[in-house]
């Protein structure tokens, strides 16, 4: 069995820092959102749409990144996302108003959306151990998810609402140095003579394009449903449980919750990391989809101890799709189509699961929070019907040879 080397663990430390910081920033302006309903004058919608914003930039960019992955090599556009979120992130200290708040976290988005192609790619040609590399990535971006609700309410609470993003710009900054000593990773050309197959063999690539279509609709789906828990699932939270007794208002409660129940995801990225490299990550994928989708129906009904145990279940299996994705693409895709293939993966589950921060925002102002989870559950119901065909089409393949 291949083994970490002193270059691996290096390589796969800055790519996990870079990756739980860009998760930081992804997820500061949810548990500041009770917040900036004061501060700008707003509502659910407004910034759930400013959410969604961010969101479809982060999701659309990361298609065209993929796509130079391959042609420039991953450590450029991990490098320039770095150095480019820092500054922008430092930016905020001049924002007054919404539109221009939404206008930078557009631009912040795009530079995000650069990680996920550059470093999914890294992992995938340049480490030696895929599959544990991949639970760790997994387990260091799920952190910057369970943690930030409760840095980000307590950070915006005592010294206001621009200084999580002032604290997260500093952090990629000094990231982005270390980066500029890792390899310059190249990409494989493409083997023209095993692409001049047989006629059987073009029709086994037909059967898995068809499989790879399902798939990404799947990303699609599930990415809807996990951006618009966590868009409001901080507020849902702090408006369900209260902490009177230890002084914490509703913001920081949310933000104390949220990371509660969103730190099980780290365990479910280490163990599904752990599986997919035993076990198939399709059928994996497919009954980690299930269970999210009972999490999240679970908490639109209840409140209390179920509440809080369905929330734990959406953060431990919600993340641990994301090592089954990632080995899926790398499975289905040869070396030098990786990149792009991560990318348009990231633009199924970023960029069109943004439209769900605005539709529920509108869920939220209408029918209350607990809408949103129901819808939200709904998604992740399909998403796992969706998955369910394009494993069919896979097995159905493979039991014709």
Not at 239 to 262: H, M, N, P, Q
Request: proline fraction near 4%; charge should be positive.
């Amino acid at each position: 069995m291949p083994v970490m080397d002193t270059q691996d663990r290096k390589t796969l430390g800055v790519v996990s820092a870079a990756h739980t910081l860009v998760h930081l920033i992804e997820g500061a302006l949810p548990p500041l959102i009770p917040l900036l309903l004061g501060v700008f004058g707003t509502d659910y919608f407004h910034l759930g749409m400013v959410m969604s914003v961010f969101s479809y930039t982060f999701g659309l960019g990361a298609f065209p990144s993929g796509a130079l992955v391959d042609r420039v090599g991953p450590t450029r556009l991990l490098v320039l996302y770095l150095f480019g979120a820092g500054i922008l992130c430092l930016s905020v200290l001049f924002v007054q108003k919404l539109l221009p708040f939404a206008i930078l976290l557009g631009f912040l988005g795009i530079l995000g959306s650069f990680y996920h192609p550059a470093a999914n790619t890294i992992i995938s040609v340049g480490i030696k151990e895929r599959g544990k590399a991949f639970g760790i990535n997994g387990i260091a971006g799920s952190l910057g998810t369970s943690l930030v609700p409760f840095v980000a309410a307590f950070l915006g609470a005592r010294w206001g609402w621009k200084s999580p993003y002032v604290l997260f710009g500093i952090g990629v900054l000094i990231v982005g140095f270390f980066a500029l000593s890792l390899p310059s990773y190249r990409m494989q050309p493409a083997d023209r003579k095993a692409d001049s197959d047989d006629g059987t063999a073009r029709g086994a690539n037909r059967i898995i394009t068809k499989a790879l279509v399902l798939f990404y609709l799947s990303c699609g789906l599930a990415g809807m449903g996990n951006r618009g828990v966590l868009t409001f699932l901080p507020s849902y939270l702090g408006s369900k449980f209260t902490l009177t007794s230890l002084g914490l208002d509703s913001v920081r409660v949310g933000g104390v919750f949220a990371t509660l129940t969103l730190i099980a995801g780290a365990a479910g990225q280490y163990i599904a990391g752990a599986l997919v490299d035993r076990y198939r990550p399709q059928r994996l994928y497919i009954v980690t989809l299930l269970i999210s989708s009972a999490s999240i129906l679970l908490m639109s009904f209840t409140g209390g101890l179920p509440l809080f145990l369905g929330a734990v279940g959406f953060g431990f299996f919600s993340f641990a799709v994301q090592p089954m994705q990632n080995t899926i693409v790398a499975k289905l895709l040869p070396k030098h189509r990786q990149g792009i293939g991560y990318g348009f993966m990231f633009f199924m589950t970023f960029g069109i699961g943004s439209v769900a921060a605005a539709f529920s925002g509108w869920l939220a102002d209408r029918f209350g929070l607990s809408s949103v989870f129901l819808a939200m559950g709904l998604y992740y119901v399909a998403s796992m019907g969706t998955m369910y065909g394009a494993e069919w089409k896979v097995r159905r393949q493979e039991g014709s040879r």
